[in-house]
């Protein structure tokens, strides 16, 4: 049996659903179906009872699960001691640029305990990229904030906070208690270069084309609204200097704080940096 199918099953049974194993896996339902039978046909009986209430896990399948969660997480710590034993033991993560978090630093003093021996690496990229050169190969994961083209990608949301539009403090509508997106047009606002992920913009740019400078990181955002009373979206929460002021928006959709990695990448650090990142963010 395939490690690889032996994940797909795991995911399978915690999900009891096979759409949202799917997703889970970023996959589509078809060649996770046709895994999951050739799993079937090696142990020489049904994994799952179907049913039009759903899906549940056979005797068989359920001593399978056991077995594979075990088989799996060996596979893992095997791979870490040969990793380490060759010298090769590290991990490149890629931060976004987007200020102070203390969810980081939990991750990061979490993961070096748990990992005392691994090579960290890691990139701070700007707000031109989302995915902090992922896609590129620059980095093995990365912290970072969704949307973004996820496609061949594993996201798992850690957090969620509200946004609201950054304001020179003397700004007239800096007095408002909140706004609504509506309020701001006709306004200057940042924006990313060209070739920046089209969700990414549209997002950051309240889902409609927007006129203003060019930006790439957080302290040329707030300079573009101090000196040109530019406005822009941002995460609440974040420390602002006494010129400017954050007023929460009504209309927007909160921002995803996430950890992504190509879905393909089976390095074991990488899925337990995920874990280690979803126990960090949940305080």
């Known amino acids: 049996m395939e490690l690889r199918n032996l994940r797909y099953f795991v995911a399978v049974a915690e999900e009891l659903h096979f759409g949202r194993a799917a997703a889970r896996l970023h996959m589509s339902q078809p060649p996770l179906s046709r895994a999951i039978k050739g799993l079937e046909a090696e142990a020489g009986a049904p994994l799952f009872a179907r049913s039009p209430a759903g899906v549940t896990l056979t005797p068989v399948g359920a001593v399978l699960l056991d077995e594979a969660r075990s088989l799996l997480d060996h596979a893992d710590r095997l791979r870490l001691r040969v990793n380490a034993a ?31 021996g691994i090579d960290i690496r890691i990139r701070d990229t700007d707000l031109s990229d989302p995915t902090c050169g992922l896609r590129a190969g620059r980095v093995d994961v990365a912290l970072t904030r969704a949307p973004f083209e996820e496609t061949a990608l594993t996201v798992r949301t850690l957090r969620t906070d509200p946004v609201g539009v950054v304001l020179r403090a003397d700004d007239p509508l800096a ?3 909140r706004l609504r997106l509506a309020d701001l047009s006709g306004r200057h606002w940042f924006r990313f270069p060209p070739g920046t992920d089209p969700l990414w913009q549209a997002y950051w740019n309240g889902g409609s084309p927007r006129e203003g400078p060019v930006v790439r990181a957080v302290q040329e955002c707030r300079q573009a609204v101090l000196w ?4 822009g979206l941002a995460p609440l929460g974040h420390d602002l200097p006494a010129e ?18 190509k879905e393909d990448d089976t390095n074991p650090l990488i899925r337990s940096f995920a874990e280690t990142a979803t126990a960090a963010y949940r305080r």
């Open 244 to 261: 400017l002021a954050a007023v929460p928006l009504t209309d927007m959709p909160p921002s995803r704080v996430v950890v992504v990695w």
């Open 86 to 116: 060759a010298g090769a033991a590290s991990l490149t993560i890629g931060i976004l640029s987007d200020g102070t978090d203390p969810g980081v630093a939990r991750l990061a003093a979490a993961f070096r305990r748990r990992h005392p």
């Open 228 to 231: 040109n009373g530019t406005v």
């Open 175 to 177: 007095r408002h208690d």
